[in-house]
């Protein structure tokens, strides 16, 4: 692992493997870490470049909220990139990462190769229903500012948007609790504030303007998540759509297996992963 300081942050970042680079990009309280099950089969086809988002895991939390943007990270991603001279990259993002690779392709097409969004959003184009997503982000905003880490992700695991994870085995669900409590309740608090949904610039109007190859990822049981990935599949030229069926709103860890397949079926060929290196089951 290593630090990177791009625009007065520093960044978390692990890098391994040869071949084609890879950028990894997790989600909301999750970490560059949460990529490990995946690494082996994926460092045998390319370089991967794993990162912790501003506010998340080992890297710097801003307390400006405005820092933690989507169009900031995203520079920040190619900046990173740059820096490590693995720019061109193929980009996987999940949900808020997603959001991050999307803003990356649509206005950093020069350092995305290939573009993986699992579980995405182009934002919200209605003026009001973003301002009410902006409402609601800051009530979850503050519940790690007034009550700590451990209220806010019981309350987050319990969403119903989550549900489908509490299928996964105990010792997995308490290694992800674990995880999570790791982050900084201030960190979360202004991630959610500056990088949410309601606060980011929407990009439906610039899915046409993506010209990397595209693979978007949904699990059926997230049925919002998956109108969205059809939405945002049909907007971007030439995107393939899959739609897994029997998980939710996390495909990579609901079905590692099945994700892996379609990954390295996109960006490299469908080697599946050992029994060695798959999530438990």
């Known amino acids: 692992m290593t630090r990177l300081r791009v625009d007065g942050a520093s960044y978390e970042v692990g890098t391994g493997g040869d071949g084609p680079a890879l950028l990894l990009i997790h989600g909301f309280t999750g970490r560059g870490a949460d990529w490990a099950p995946f690494l082996p089969a994926l460092r045998r086809v390319a ?18 909220p405005a820092r933690h943007a989507v169009e900031r990270q995203a520079a920040d991603m190619a900046s990173i990139l740059r820096q490590l001279g693995m720019a061109p990259a193929d980009v996987l993002g999940y949900s808020l990462g997603a959001r991050v690779a999307l803003r990356m392709a649509v206005a950093e097409p020069d350092v995305v190769a290939r573009l993986v969004l699992e579980s995405p959003s182009a934002g919200i184009a209605d003026t009001a229903a973003r301002a009410g997503r902006r409402a609601a982000d800051e009530q979850l905003a503050e519940i790690p500012d007034r009550e700590g880490i451990e209220a806010f992700v019981d309350r987050w695991e319990n969403l119903p948007l989550f549900a489908p994870e ?12 674990a995880a999570r409590l790791r982050n900084r309740p201030e960190g979360l608090a202004a991630s959610l504030r500056g990088a949410g949904q309601g606060a980011m610039e929407p990009l439906r109007d610039c899915l046409p303007s993506v010209t990397a190859p595209t693979l978007v990822v949904a699990g059926a049981l997230d049925e919002a998540g998956a109108d969205r990935a059809r939405t945002i599949a049909a907007g971007i030229p030439g995107a393939r759509l899959a739609i897994m069926e029997g998980v939710g709103h996390a495909p990579h860890r609901e079905a590692p297996d099945r994700f892996a397949l379609l990954l390295l079926g996109f960006i490299a060929r469908p080697t599946p992963l050992d029994a060695s290196e798959r999530e438990p089951t």
């Not at 509490?166 to 609790?177: F, G, V």
């Open 166 to 177: 509490r299928a996964l085995p105990a010792r997995h669900r308490a290694r992800l609790h």
């Open 47 to 64: 370089a991967t470049i794993s990162v912790d988002l501003l506010g998340h895991g080992n890297s710097d939390s801003p307390t400006d």
